[in-house]
C-alpha cells in the first residue's frame, strides 16, 4: 500500500474492515504507519455477485475516523481469469494505492455421495473437485 494521507506529525494505527453486504471482517492492526501491510486472508459469502460489492475501508484506531476507501464491484472478476486478481494494484479514493489479491468461488447446492465404501482404498477414493471443507447449505459465492 502507498502512504496513507493524514495529519502531519501523527502516524495512523490503521486497521481495514472489509464488507461485502452485511458481513464484514476486519484485519489486525497496525501500528504507527503510513504504509502499512497486511498479509492476511479472509472469506465472505457474496449472495449476489452481479449486483454486490466489495468495500474496503481503512480506518484510524485512534479515531476510528476513515482514512480512505475503495470500491470493487464483484461482478467485475467474471472478466478476470479464474475468477481472481492476484496482487493488483488499486486506486483508493482519496490518495495512494493499495495492492490486492482475491478470488471468487462459486458454491452449489449439490447432493454428494458418501466416499466410504466396503473398500476404501486409494483407487477408490479420487479427489474429483476443490471443495471447502465447511460446506453450506446456501448458494452463494465466497471472495
Known amino acids: 500500500m502507498s502512504e496513507l494521507k493524514v495529519k502531519p506529525f501523527k502516524k495512523p494505527d490503521p486497521y481495514i474492515i472489509l464488507t461485502v453486504g452485511k458481513k464484514q471482517q476486519k484485519t489486525k492492526i497496525k501500528k504507527h504507519t503510513i504504509d502499512p501491510i497486511w ?50 494494484e488499486f486506486e483508493l479514493s482519496t490518495s495512494g494505492t493499495i495492492i490486492l489479491s482475491f478470488q471468487l468461488r462459486i458454491l452449489t447446492n449439490e447432493l454428494f455421495e458418501d466416499v466410504t465404501s466396503e473398500s476404501d482404498s486409494e483407487e477408490d477414493l479420487i479427489r474429483h473437485d476443490s471443495i471447502r471443507s465447511n460446506i453450506s447449505t446456501k448458494t452463494g459465492t465466497y471472495i
Open 39 to 88: 498479509e492476511e486472508g479472509f472469506s465472505l459469502l457474496v449472495s449476489n455477485p452481479e449486483n454486490d460489492s466489495l468495500i474496503i475501508s481503512i480506518l484510524d484506531k485512534h479515531t476510528d475516523v476513515k482514512i480512505d476507501h475503495l470500491t470493487y464491484n464483484i461482478r467485475n472478476l467474471f472478466d478476470k481469469p479464474g475468477l481472481q486478481v492476484s496482487k493488483e
